[in-house]
């Protein structure tokens, strides 16, 4: 239907459409795998960022649902009428914006099996498997990592995944406000003590954890936001400084979240030193490597894993770099019992023996909601279909695609390097100032063959090239190389 059609209720009479049974659910499925592989192959045909006119999406729109149900064939057909008029293709080669977001085929049908099940996995006993398979895979990952034997659910910490590094920012938060009023704030909230519970993070820290602190009932003024040095590290003096100054007005530090690949520049703060003050000072130490932590799967990268072992809790995205798609936020911590005291509300609906034994984790514990998805699935189905090998692999080719467009930005004369990258984004500004580098952003983006986004660095505008998505190869970055750099000489 487009703007112009009115929309035409249904007859009365018409005969309802029978919900889907197994016959019609194989060949509108068959139909819609064959749909998104065409779309993956031919996803290079197409402008990576193109958008409609605010509002033009929703007048091909009906303005009420329907009365009577439509045949599966028409609504998968508006995926190309409708829905495909307003796709920023994440999944483009020619994407270097904000961060990759990968979705993989392994992934997709990971997805769709635990779509599949329709289980709850809020506790052990609602889906045994649910559980187990999230527990062991998470394990996997500690070892695939490199990270401190501490995370392993085998001792006293765990993983557990949440959707998003937001939401394991919160229930750090939450833990780690907990442990500092004793679990006063637990019982009496946030008249416990009087005392102002004071969050640190460096003011390239993404925004997810001022955010997170606001909703556990920090104030926003709360949130010592440290200034970083040129290299968009966290400045440890002044952290130090600041959590004394705390202490000196009778405020209680709790929690410092340090960045392990700022959203900006990829900035990768010490976490060794910012833990000697955590140690020093009795707070809560969050590592936030939600792009970066990925790659930890290989050991030339495992400086993002410096000081994780004094970590309490570590999280990142395999949504994002690594090939699973969005929502995946792998959140270890080092004491499990920390958190799940801080989130644990047991209503007698969801008493059971497994429970009662000890002998389980219940995931709902370690998060907001209640109840949970199988997320574990697709994780599992990318970790054992790339192999470890084929998930390094794809990461060193991203990085070292970096490498070579930085060695080029940084012979070219008008364009210099805004800080030193050490994995997949690469941070550019114009020599000729930001109306320069505004304009070869625009020029950048143009064609549609590509997209950038940017930020703002030390007050100055900087162009970002982040690397990461599945079917971008050395030729895409190399066209790109050639295009910014011809475009620089005219910016
Ligand atoms: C992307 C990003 C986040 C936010 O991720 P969500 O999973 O969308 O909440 C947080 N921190 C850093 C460093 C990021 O790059």
Known sequence: MTATEPHIPAAASRPTQA???AAAFRAAGHALIDWIADYRETIHERAVAHLPEPGAIRAMLPARAPEFGEPIARILGDLDSVVMKGIVHWQHPGWFAYFPANSSYESILGELASAGLGVQ??????????????????DWLVHAMGLPARFLSTGAGGGALQDTASSAALVAIVAARERATRFASDAHGLA????????????????SIEKAARIAGIGREFVRLIPVDGQGRMRVDLLA?????????????????ATVGTTGVNAIDSVP?????????????????????????????RFVNAGAEHADSWCFNPHKWMPVNFDCDVLWVADRAALVRALSVLPEYLRNAATESGKVIDYRDWQVPLGRRFRALKLWFVLRSFGLEGLRALVRSHVSMARTLAERVRAHPSLELVV????????????????????????ANRDGRFFVSHCRFHGRLVLRVSIGALATTPAHVEAFTEHLLAEAARA
Not at 122 to 136: K, N
Not at 192 to 207: E, I, K, L, N, P
Request: with cysteine; net charge negative.
């Open 19 to 21: 919900p889907l049974d």
């Open 121 to 138: 996995g809020m506790l052990w006993s609602t889906s045994p498997a649910c559980t187990e398979v999230e527990t062991h895979v998470l």
């Open 192 to 207: 416990a003590g009087g005392r102002a519970v004071c969050c640190y993070t460096s003011d390239q820290a993404h925004s």
């Open 241 to 257: 400084a600041e959590v004394e100054r705390d202490r000196a007005l009778g405020h209680l530090p709790a929690f410092v979240s």
């Open 273 to 301: 030193e910012i833990a000697e003050i955590c140690r020093a000072h009795d707070l809560w130490l969050h590592v936030d490597a939600a792009m970066s932590g990925t790659a930890a799967l290989c050991d030339e990268f």
């Open 420 to 443: 030193e990258p050490c994995l997949n984004l690469v941070a550019i500004a114009h020599k000729g100032g930001d109306e320069s580098t505004q304009r070869l952003i625009d020029a």
